[in-house]
């Protein structure tokens, strides 16, 4: 157990600490006699599945088969983004975890690899973040490639059809290593996979659920950190760390927000002018998987909250993370789209990933909005590009679309809507514009049919789809006039509405020949100001 524990005693008991995190060190024996017997170490298996699929997302990640959750570990070094993901390699359905993996030169264009951390004992590999240890922290480095760093929640769990492992004598999670010095070929587990943060006693979370790790460099205070969630009992708590080496980790404080669950991140965003330039400062930003943030201030113990707690999430979407060590200013963004039903179309593979996206503020007033927007390396899948002419009335845009069809597509749309709804029709779903309140309403195809279903459903039948409804973004028009970009896959649609200030991500699969774009006629007044048109390819080779 590698931890200061005079550090932590007086927010848990030293003993308790100590027990618990001998007793799940206990559970690696297993693993140490039977690495190469692993049924999770099967990815050769994979290679027989292409990317040839009917209903396959063309330029958003999934896995050539099974299935996959929360992005972790993302990091870039020496030309390379890794992505690593939950993943399941026994099935499409959750379970099993393991840390899959990608690799990529532009977060478009990805090729999975072997699977980079397998199951171990009698738990699993939960979520956390990836790091470069620029400064050889860890002691491993080998010539001048430098070490990747993975810390991870190792997950033992009492629950039913948790995975094929044999069940353990009670919940407990801790956090630990995995490292590579052949820039993410292999990895290798530290000290065999035992802890390097223990478990922070149940009186802290009775259900032992702490998890999903964020770590990173603060270069003001020369030390490593992490956040840990403290789990789904611990009422809201959020515990930070420091370390110089990443093996001995000293508490540094607690946050305490009644909004957080799990997947924690804590980023340093630039900060524009309510014209959208650059102003020069900086604020931080943490959130949770929910996308729930705050804005203020970090000085290498304690986050220092500036404004009241906001939200950027609406639609499918959960536990996002952002790129550490990014070669340029941009702070990168990728989360889990979930609710993707491609079970449904008999496909290998089950969910997919958000297509990245840069994340900066926006000043309004006093406060800080988090805006997002899609990287601008989408542009190596454009093919064909339809411009129509500006300002021109719904009817005329419609001559224009009719002989538009793509399954995969980048739109730009610029709309006066004339204080009157305006439907916008995309391969079967809805975007509609509610003058009413200002606000757009994205009503998907899927679940347009099972409002008409709806009254003759029975109680489990409606249980089954209350995930699924139309969502809103607000505040839609600006001086009279609605801006939105839309990427369209065979699996989603994700919306941005003026300059990326509300986003929606919406899995859904759209119907092989529902490929048309057309607007309702029910406003003759709305002037189009913009529309361009980008096909996209596939990313997939």
Request: with cysteine; aromatic share 12%; charged share 25%.
């Amino acid at each position: 157990m590698a931890i200061s524990m005079n550090s932590i005693s007086r927010h848990t008991s030293r003993w308790s600490c100590l027990l618990i995190a001998f007793s799940c060190t206990l559970l690696l024996v297993p693993f140490l006699t039977a690495l190469e017997k692993s049924p999770f170490d099967n990815y050769s298996s994979y290679l027989g599945t292409n990317y040839d699929q009917e209903y396959r997302p063309k330029f958003h990640f999934t896995s050539r088969k099974n299935w996959i959750n929360d992005p972790n570990g993302l990091l870039y070094y020496d030309g390379e983004y890794h992505l690593f993901f939950q993943h399941n390699p026994l099935g499409t359905g959750w379970g099993n975890m393991t840390w899959g993996h990608a690799i990529s030169t532009d977060m478009v264009h990805w090729q999975q690899m072997e699977h980079a951390i397998l199951p171990y004992g009698n738990g699993y590999v939960f979520s956390g973040t990836g790091v470069v240890d620029h400064n050889n922290s860890l002691g491993v480095q080998k010539g001048d490639t430098k070490t990747l760093v993975l810390l991870y929640s190792y997950a033992v769990d009492i629950r039913k059809n948790f995975g094929i492992l044999p069940p353990p004598a009670e919940t407990c999670y801790y956090q630990g290593i995995a490292y590579s010095t052949d820039k993410g070929r292999t990895f290798t587990l530290l000290n065999d996979g035992a802890p390097v943060i223990p478990n922070q006693g149940k009186t802290v979370d009775p259900k032992g659920t702490e998890r999903d790790p964020k770590l990173f460099w603060h270069e003001e205070s020369k030390k490593w950190i992490t956040i840990l969630w403290l789990g789904e009992t611990s009422k809201g708590k959020v515990r930070f760390f420091t370390s110089d080496n990443l093996r001995d980790w000293a508490f540094a404080s607690d946050m305490q927000r009644p909004w957080a669950h799990e997947c924690f991140d804590l980023v340093h965003l630039d900060v524009y002018d309510d014209k959208g330039k650059k102003s020069g400062n900086k604020k931080w930003l943490i959130y949770d998987g929910n996308l729930d943030y705050e804005v203020g201030n970090f000085d290498g113990k304690a986050f220092h909250s500036q404004q009241k707690v906001r939200n950027h999430k609406i639609g499918h979407w959960n536990a996002a993370q952002t790129f550490n060590n990014s070669p340029d200013d941009r702070t990168v963004i990728m989360g889990w789209l979930v609710q993707g039903c491609f079970y449904r179309k008999r496909m290998p593979f089950a969910e997919q990933l958000s297509f990245p996206t840069t994340m900066h503020l926006r000043k309004q007033g006093a406060d800080h909005l988090l805006c997002r927007w899609p990287v601008d390396e989408i542009k190596s899948l454009y093919t064909k590009t339809h411009t129509l002419p500006k300002n021109i009335k719904v009817e005329k845009a419609n001559q224009n679309l009719k002989d538009i069809s793509a399954d995969a597509m980048d739109i730009t749309l610029s709309f006066e809507p004339k204080a009157k709804d305006l439907v916008f029709h995309m391969r079967g779903s809805t975007l509609t514009y509610q003058a009413k309140d200002n606000k757009l309403s994205f009503l998907s195809a899927s679940y347009a049919q099972i409002q008409k279903r709806l009254a003759e459903m029975n109680e489990k039948e409606r249980k089954r789809h209350r995930g699924k409804k139309n969502f809103l973004l607000p505040d839609a028009a600006i001086d009279g006039v609605v801006n939105v970009r839309i990427l369209i896959d065979r699996g989603s649609f994700e919306i941005f509405l003026n300059g990326g200030v509300s986003v929606l991500t919406q899995s859904e699969i759209s119907e092989l020949d529902q490929l048309s774009l057309f607007f309702s006629h029910n406003n003759t007044n709305a002037i189009i100001n913009e529309l361009i048109i980008h096909e996209l390819e596939s990313s997939w080779k």
